[in-house]
């Protein structure tokens, strides 16, 4: 840490800022140029946080140096991680040396739709399905999901396709009952920062899938993550599904860059969302092809047998002729950048 | 509604956007323009969103005309509301023809530090009292309040100063402790989109203070005062608290604009948080006195006896001398907008 | 300054930085941690930025403590500034004691509607024009103005009111035109950044009303002022207008903390665009009280004798009624802040 | 158009706007709904827009529907474009069918630095040198180019290598100067909106490269394009390099959804450039990868021979092993996504 005196601050405000870093068993530098003082703070960060040293007088700024994340952190865990989502005998990865193809249909909302849904998915090459059987709606009025009955049809999916499940929970007295039906939990934008949801995935045992949050910070998005890990779930795919910034051609700003600035920092896998992101059907293909290319371990994306009658986000759902080209570029584009389709390791 | 076909659309295409509106009963009105066709909808709006318009082929966009929300809209309740807080016999209003000034510490840290922010807040002039018993933090490492044991501080701080509780909850699962504590409950910013949470206060029959989310637009957040309001409970306050943006000398970019757009839309109250907003002690006054100057119903403020020591957002906590200044503010200026200061009702 | 090394950095790449700085004269001093060094610079800082520390071997980052700016800092200038508008015996003050009302059309379109806009204003409690000549818009099809022949239009306005000019140049190459006809030169909001204008209206001995970029940081605004003032002009004033945010509700979002965080690092005076940054004629007179409540030096307001019949930005131009509203405010609003109205000095 | 009736607007209000509509000779068709009317017009948009509708009483509302550029348009040119850049003989194209690499320094430093980089730049593959004269700096302290004689060494090393040169134009005075010894002359992102330099490259004669504002939407960029277009000037190419955003891990975001965007609206060709979007080097190829996958027409990239000694932009300029690997990229990605790289046409 690197506390800033404001250019009039006193040598008694600067004693003051040592003693108290001090008095945490810290030691302070003090560096006196010719309009202010910088001191450099060395030792146990976490003790520092309590001294409020942004409070005390004489100060203009304090900045934090280190990262404020542990356990997802690339510096204590230098190797890349692959997590493993599924059944025993029936696991697929996520990680570094694959792409990995996730997809289905928004949201769950008869047991023909989600089956035709998931066969679309898997001849398309998806090896896992998505589906919502919990939506969080911006109204009360809209669509809110199937629940537990969407839960039984995604099980029954999976016993006649084979392909494990990702689904969103969005609150945390369903965490119980979601984990005992997905393979993997969703947690969606809206509750990245939820943090006794994120707290509730981390003690469910199944592996997470952590969308940012559509205005987090990547390093919010990374100490949400930290919130899951720190109940001893280590088992995270971050996913990059659009920020919000001011440009209205798209339903959200893809930051294709916060796959290389993550993966420099964070041992953890990370997809990217192209249907959320863009929010137009016509971009999926194109955003697609940009994920592979940046490096992504992964898309998930939004499949409707007939998008017309899709009671959530029917414009940006795929079909026919698009989800043929999508099925191509995603069985040929990742050789060309060192990656291998991901598939069932029985 | 209105359903703007692409410039290419074919006869049928407009034919079928026409029929899948009379399907569910509606009319629509086709202008054909020199490039493009334009559908004026009149009818239900909600079965109108069943249709996935902007799925149908030909079709390039849709624009929704009317506002989303109805409970908390002004239109059907053209009186602005006021909100009374307090336990019976000693209310205190946030409404239109007052200004409510509402201060306390970010965190109850212990007895004695709650108290005397307490009767610091009180001789500045506030009538109700804020402090937090359930932090959400972004750090899994940082201080997550008292829980229980705060609210208990809480009330015992009620009974010695007489000041209703303003308080945060976070998860679903504690509004009925925090309800059975506090006069009124603050849902934060993180958790605006918390649709679970939203609904469970909307249950609670305690009067309700939303943040803004900050990244929510102002149509979102009455759309979250809305799933509150559709419980039953339309005890909603409305607080502007900044969103975020590009500038970084501010925590948050306080959008003042805000409180004249959400009254002329909504009947609820509005209230700003100064402290949050700009993250820093020096703008607090300037701020508040910004809000009375636009027609907020009111401010909720940091304080704390010795800021040195919080657990939480010490450098935005007022004292002192900045107190007795924010004082003279609170008591003086509302009068010239003509407002006055809300005290109890007995 | 504060170089930052990676946690990997070795003594040799610290020892580097360290050569690095000295051979410029400055003092380098290392404060070594457990996971990471960092290395507080003191000297000048000019000389520092040269030596591109960012791209040495091991840097992991470099934070700059002290403003890039001098000349309109209040670090060297601890009194704010009163800029003087008009021709000599007929100036109109605009700085901290005082409340400046300025307005006029967006744009001017004929001698008559200039005239009645001026009458307006003028009635209104405005004692300086406003109006453009030359008008930077987004298309090149919409109407830019009339250039020279407005100019004189304003002139000769000016001489039947009495009233001061405030206009708009848009290009280096008209500076000597305008700088003859106005009193006062306007960098709009889009020419923040052309630094070749900035540099012409610092030579024109004009003072300058300088607009924040649409998308500028305080940072950069001041660097802006910085530009105008290293030329030998210090007539500056700031006009906050607005930025560009998610927000859909208003065209730009007002960032009233602007004014109070500009006054607390530059002499310039500040004032405020409300009817460019709602955009909506609604919300000009509460986002005036705003800024006369946070402590505004003044305001810059559109007025049209016939808004219906405008040629730019007819939407948020006060007549009638409204315009009373504001004259209202402008005039009882100012003295419970402690400012009075300004007025000609003869 | 469409313009939306406020929820109480009456008869002769609605009477009104089409009573206006038809005095320019267009059409209006009313859909009166239940809760408001609203009107459809067809007829030419652009005596409309002389209307000011939205400021007549009554009028909620008005939403555009057509796009406000033409000459840039897919919809009145269907076929994409190919730029040529280069003397007769010796022209590049950027185009749909290749994808063209350009590269050099930020600045132009000393013939040698200049000469040098080039040559970098070649041996990677890239057919277009890149280097500014003049540069626009955020501080006027910084380095601003060494002007004419920068042209000069430009036009020296291209006799060396052959290379085309493509060079920014800040100041509409300069345009002459550049021109002649420029093959392509660049608008910054500073300079988007500064309409008189796109008027007067418009008329230059010149390819134009034209960088997105850093804060500009699309449909803006578009705009500023078409002020180049209609001075008879249709040889623009986009240059997509990030937008502003809250995010700070990367200098900005960069819009890789701009791409797709602009490709599916416009006939122009586009380009992306890591560099400045990330302004990291770590970036500069995985970002680059991206932008292939996406279907980019090319990347514009940072090289220096010693990255310590740039005078501008250092942190993000390439050298040694990452450019080899950026070359092998360039070299090797391009046909996966069915694009040839663009060598000289003579």
Redesign the interface.
Same mark, same amino acid.
């Given at each position: 840490m690197?506390v @800033?005196m404001s250019?009039g601050a006193t040598d008694e405000e600067i004693a003051h800022v040592v003693a108290r870093v001090e008095s945490v068993g810290g030691?302070a530098?003090v560096?006196?140029?010719?309009?202010?003082a910088?001191i450099?703070?060395?030792?146990d960060i976490?003790s520092f946080?309590?001294l409020?040293l942004? %409070?005390?007088p004489g100060v203009a =700024?304090v900045?934090r /140096?280190?990262d404020?994340y542990k356990l997802v952190s690339l510096?204590h865990h230098p190797q890349r991680s692959t997590v493993w989502v599924g059944p025993e005998g029936a696991q697929v990865p996520i990680g570094p040396d694959t792409f990995t193809f996730i997809a289905g249909p928004c949201a769950v909302e008869t047991a023909e739709q989600t089956l035709s849904a998931a066969r679309m998915a898997q001849s398309a090459g998806a090896t896992l399905l998505r589906g919502g059987a919990y939506k969080?709606?911006?109204?009360?009025? %809209?669509f809110q999901g199937l629940g537990e009955e969407g839960l039984e049809i995604l099980a029954s999916v999976r016993r006649a396709t084979g392909l494990p499940i990702v689904t969103e929970v969005? =609150?945390?007295?369903d965490v119980e009952v979601v984990a005992r039906h997905a393979d993997m939990l969703q947690i969606g934008t809206?509750?990245m920062?939820?943090?006794?949801l994120l707290q509730a995935v981390g003690e469910s045992g199944k592996p997470v899938l952590l969308k940012r949050g *559509?205005?987090a910070?990547?390093?919010?998005w990374l *100490?949400a993550a930290?919130?899951i890990a720190?109940r001893g779930n280590l088992d995270i795919v971050l996913c990059e599904r659009g920020?919000? $910034?001011?440009?209205? &051609? $798209?339903r959200n $700003?893809?930051? /294709?860059?916060? @796959?290389?600035?993550v993966q &420099?920092t964070s041992h953890l896998p990370i997809i990217v969302d192209p249907s959320h992101?863009?929010g137009r059907k =016509?971009?999926v293909v194109?955003?697609t092809? %940009?994920? /592979?290319?940046?490096?992504a371990d992964g898309v998930i994306v939004d499949v409707h047998p007939n998008?017309?009658?899709?009671?959530c986000d029917?414009?940006q759902?795929l079909l026919g002729n698009e989800l043929r080209e999508l099925a191509q570029v995603v069985r040929?584009?990742p050789p060309?950048?060192g990656r291998a389709a991901a598939t069932v390791r029985s």
């Open positions: 690197v @800033v250019p030691e530098f560096s006196k140029g010719v309009e202010r910088i450099g703070l060395v030792g976490e946080h309590h409020n942004r %409070a005390l =700024d900045h /140096i280190s404020p510096q969080p709606r911006t109204s009360p009025y %809209a969005v =609150d945390a007295r809206r509750n920062a939820n943090f006794g *559509m205005t910070t990547i390093e919010e *100490m930290e919130y720190q920020i919000r $910034t001011f440009e209205p &051609a $798209t $700003t893809l930051d /294709i860059s916060a @796959v290389p600035v &420099a992101a863009g =016509d971009l194109p955003l092809r %940009a994920a /592979i290319g940046v490096g998008p017309e009658e899709a009671l029917g414009p759902a040929r584009l060309a950048v």
